[in-house]
């Protein structure tokens, strides 16, 4: 069992940063795939970010790809998502998740999901 709980949103202009972090419990944090989801209101949960075990390879949407960046802290059981260069468009709840297999970017291949972090981004 993993418990999952993000930080760090907020309300911030186009053109700035914010840093999400999610800490997990559990001692097997280190064994898995984590990722990155967000869901604006009316819309689908969508894939953001993915981090390996070792934090040596990530995938990320192309929505964001140049802007965020997923990493990984094992010793502290965190993952983070440096967003930079946000737009109104990356408006959302962010949620962080364990992947438990299959491909990254579907919902239903993650398990234990955090209650959410609002991110809002004024134009």
């Known amino acids: 069992q993993v418990q999952l709980a993000e930080s760090g949103g907020g309300l911030v202009q186009a053109g700035g940063s914010l840093r999400l972090s999610c800490a997990a419990s559990?001692?097997?944090?280190?064994?898995?795939?984590m990722g990155w989801f967000r869901q604006a209101p009316g819309k689908e949960r969508e894939f953001v970010a993915v981090?390996?075990?070792?934090?040596?390879?990530?995938v990320y949407a192309d929505s964001v790809k140049g802007r965020f960046t997923i990493s990984r802290d094992n010793t502290k059981n965190t993952v983070y998502l440096q967003m930079d260069s946000l737009k109104p468009d990356d408006t959302a709840v962010y949620y962080c998740?364990?992947?438990?297999?299959?491909?990254?970017?579907?919902?239903?291949?993650?398990?234990?999901w955090g209650q959410g972090t609002q991110v809002t981004v004024s134009s």
């Open positions: 998740a364990v992947h438990r297999g299959g491909r990254f970017t579907m919902v239903h291949n993650y398990d234990y």
């Open positions: 981090i390996s075990v070792s934090g040596s390879t990530t």
């Open positions: 559990g001692r097997t944090f280190s064994s898995y795939y």
